[in-house]
Structures are given as C-alpha cells and as structure tokens.
C-alpha cells in the first residue's frame, strides 16, 4: 500500500476549482473555508446545541459497523443535547450521528454555512452533519449516490483517507453495497492480498478546512477528537457514476436489505467470497509475468523439433 498526501490550497476560486480539481476527479484539501463565512468562528459545540438541543435525533452503535450491510436503522433516538455533551467533553463512545439534515430541522443555520460557492448546484441546499467522539472511526465506503462530498470540519480534527474508485476490487468492495470490511489502520496482507496493490491518500482536516471528494472515491475516517462536519453535494458529471448512483439506491440497496433479512450472516459471508474472487482475478493479472525458462537441449533433439 503507498500512501501520499491530499493537495492543500489556502483559497480557491470556483473557476480554478473547476478546472483543477473538479473536471480532473482530483481530491484537495481548502484549508480555512468555513473562515469565509459566520460558521467559522460562531459553530461552537455550545452554540450548536443551543439552537438544535431539543431536535430527537437518531444515533447508530458504530460498533455495528461490521455487518456488511448499510445502517439504516437507528440504534436509539435521544435528544440532541444529550449526544452532544459527550462530544463536548471529548470522551471516548461508539455513538455517532450521520446524515443529520440539519437544515430542516433549524433552517435559520443555513445562513451560517450555505452551500460554498464552488460547490453550487441543484443539490446545495441539502447540508448534512456528521457527528462523532474521539476515536470513532467510519468504516471505508463510498457514499451510495456517487456524488461529488465537499466536507467541511468543526471543532476537532478529523483524519481521512482517500483511495480512488480504480481500485474497488483490490480493496474487497462487498457486491451490492459500497461498503469494504478491511481496515486500512491494520491491513491484513494474508485475508486481503489486493491491498499491497492500493496506493491511498489522506490528511488531517482541522476546524474550519473543507475536503473535496470526488465522486465515487472510498473514504476511511477517524475521529482524532470529538467534533462535526457538514457536507455539501454535487451531482456526478459523468454519466456513468450518475447511473452507478442510481442502480445503487434503487436495485442494490433493496436487494441487499432483502437479502440480509433472509440469510443474515450467511449472505455477509457470500458477499465476502464473491469480493475475494474479483480481487484474485485482479492480482492475477498483475502479477509480474514469470519469464519462460529455456532448458537445455541438445543440437539432434534442436533439428527434429525444427523440422
Ligand atoms: O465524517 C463522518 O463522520 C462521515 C462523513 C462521510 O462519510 C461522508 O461525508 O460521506
């Protein structure tokens, strides 16, 4: 596995965003944006919970993270103030909160944080929060609409790291989902050999940086603090990720809902074997070719075989 860093850029405008980033599918990191706008120094952990600490909210177990299946189903419903207090006093817990669509629940936040000029589009007035304790870690995926993320950090640091879309295979992405359950902090060479094959990128993203992530790109986060990010989508360009988008949330994820309530561990284990073989086929063919090896033979045997 090699590993590289994610390009930093202090400020960029939508017109150079465009070209050298979003048109070439290429991650950076804009260090500093939620500084241009009042979120940057008005979404303290205290403030949040000010406006939102009465909303119920749904918390998953991240500790049922391994299942092979997206999580769906809340594990507890608590007020919002309640959740956040552990964050705020940077203790360790497995609760987390995603897709907290915060905007419809308190609208007067959007004003804080709307959607960053280079990031425009139809899909700029959804803003979703993720929110989680120190050392939670989000198991690799890729977000299910294969849209392109802008994530921006509040309060903590966040580490991510990116591997490109090539190499879903290699990194044993379960059929019918886009979840993997290798871990990129201990890869397992033996279990998961197409991970010597992967190059991945990451960074650290502090209070108030912004990650691009192209569309389709896997992502594998951990939480170095308690903190939140919000992100922003942007509908995939080509059209082939738009239609993997669109099988995914319409054919895949219902099957592989069915299929899970009928076969249970039995199907994560099916699912497991099929991602094991597509790797292997992989690594098959890039293996270095072992050269032919000529045997010795001699000058009569040489004059049959040419004639
Ligand atoms: O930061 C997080 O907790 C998860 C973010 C994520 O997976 C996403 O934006 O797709």
């Not at 890729?142 to 591997?163: A, E, H």
């Amino acid at each position: 596995m090699k590993t590289s860093s994610i390009d930093t850029v202090s400020d960029i405008s939508p017109e150079e965003f465009k070209k050298q980033f979003l048109i070439p599918q290429k991650p950076v990191v804009i260090k500093g944006l939620a500084g241009q706008y009042p979120a940057g120094n008005k979404w303290t952990i205290d403030y949040i919970k000010n406006v939102c600490g009465d909303v119920m909210v749904d918390v998953f177990d991240n500790s049922n993270s391994n299942k092979g299946s997206a999580y769906t189903i809340a594990d507890l419903k608590m007020p919002f103030r309640d959740y956040v207090t552990t964050i705020e006093e940077n203790k360790p817990t497995t609760l987390r909160m995603f897709l907290f669509n915060m905007f419809k629940s308190k609208p007067e936040l959007r004003k804080d944080f709307p959607c960053p000029a280079i990031f425009k589009g139809i899909l700029g007035r959804i803003g979703y929060m993720f929110f989680g304790a120190r050392d939670i870690k989000v198991r690799i995926h890729q977000d299910i609409d294969m849209s392109n993320v802008l994530l921006t950090q509040f309060y903590g640091r966040k580490k991510v790291v990116l591997v490109h879309p090539k190499y879903s295979e290699l990194l044993y992405k379960l059929p019918y989902n886009t979840y993997s359950l290798v871990d990129l902090d201990h890869p397992d060479y033996e279990k998961y050999p197409g991970l010597k094959y992967i190059e991945v990128q990451e960074c650290v993203l502090e209070h108030g940086d912004a990650l691009y992530m192209p569309s389709g790109y896997w992502h594998f986060i951990t939480y170095m603090d308690g903190g939140f990010s919000v992100s922003y989508r942007k509908i995939a360009q080509s059209f082939k990720a738009k239609w993997e988008g669109i099988l995914n949330l319409a054919v895949y994820m219902p099957f592989d809902k069915i299929m899970n309530k009928l076969q249970g561990e039995k199907w994560v284990l099916k699912k497991e074997w099929m991602a094991q073989q597509r790797a292997n086929r992989i690594i098959e063919k890039l293996k270095p070719e072992t050269p032919a090896i000529e045997l010795p033979i001699n000058p009569q045997e040489k004059a049959t075989l040419a004639a």
